[in-house]
């Protein structure tokens, strides 16, 4: 297996411009995250899918953030317009069906966005 | 704020040494669980211990979770240069598959 995979590994954009970051999760996986991390804030949680569907976007920082799942091997997050404290390293996960205990979670590479 | 936190923030010892981490938190969880990440890369599952657990044992791995503490403890026994990286504790509440993450050890293992 793969793994997760995201795309680009890397991402150097001016401010208002548009970004968009991708990730394929594990085959058979049916959760998905996406998280962002800092060294202010540290590795925060941004919203995830079960099934392709939000559940909990709760972590989005505000409304220039958005994110798809259109279907099970494919996901996007989106900022639009980006500013320069959106500067971080964004990771996407999957972990299969969660049942009661839930359970672990594997991590991309990550995307290191640069915004000037 | 940071459901998990981690002691001490940075750690350095001598290869063959254990190495021993503390997370603590605040609310109820379903499990617990700990994470390695190497400079520059993806976060990598170690162990997750459940909520009616108290230990749990992974080669050179050792978590404890003391629920009436709110707290769990890492150990890593004779430890390699290779263990150099940031642990993580991460707790899952409610379903179980939200993480909220701590803020993690530094930990160093010098030749």
């Known amino acids: 297996d793969a793994g997760v995979i995201q795309s680009p590994r890397h991402e150097v954009t001016e401010m208002g411009q548009e970004v968009t970051l991708r990730c394929k999760p594990i085959?058979?996986?049916?959760?998905l995250f996406w998280y962002r991390q800092t060294m202010m804030r540290g590795l925060e949680l941004l919203i995830y899918?079960?099934?392709?569907?939000?559940?909990?976007d709760s972590g989005m920082p505000e409304d220039r953030f958005s994110a798809k799942m259109p279907n099970a091997s494919f996901s996007t997050l989106k900022i639009q317009p980006s500013e320069p404290r959106d500067s971080a390293v964004y990771f996407c996960?999957?972990?299969?069906?969660?049942?009661?205990?839930?359970?672990?979670?594997?991590f991309g590479p990550g995307t290191r966005l640069t915004v000037t | 704020s940071q459901q998990g936190e981690e002691d001490p923030q940075a750690l350095s010892i001598q290869e063959g040494e254990n190495a021993t981490m503390n997370c603590s938190y605040k609310?109820?969880?379903?499990?617990l669980q700990w994470y390695r990440q190497n400079s520059g890369r993806g976060l990598v599952h170690l162990i997750l211990?459940?909520?009616?657990?108290r230990e749990k044992h992974s080669g050179r791995l050792r978590v404890t979770l003391d629920t009436s503490k709110k707290s769990s403890s890492l150990l890593i026994t004779a430890s390699r240069a290779a263990d150099t990286a940031s642990y993580f504790c991460?707790?899952?509440?409610?379903?179980?598959?939200?993480?909220?993450f701590g803020t993690g050890t530094q930990l160093k293992v010098e030749l």
């Open positions: 996960a999957s972990s299969s069906h969660g049942g009661q205990g839930g359970y672990e979670q594997y």
């Open positions: 085959s058979g996986h049916d959760y």
């Open positions: 899918f079960n099934n392709n569907v939000p559940i909990d």
């Open positions: 609310t109820s969880i379903n499990n």
């Open positions: 211990i459940r909520s009616n657990e």
């Open positions: 991460a707790t899952a509440t409610g379903g179980g598959n939200k993480l909220t």
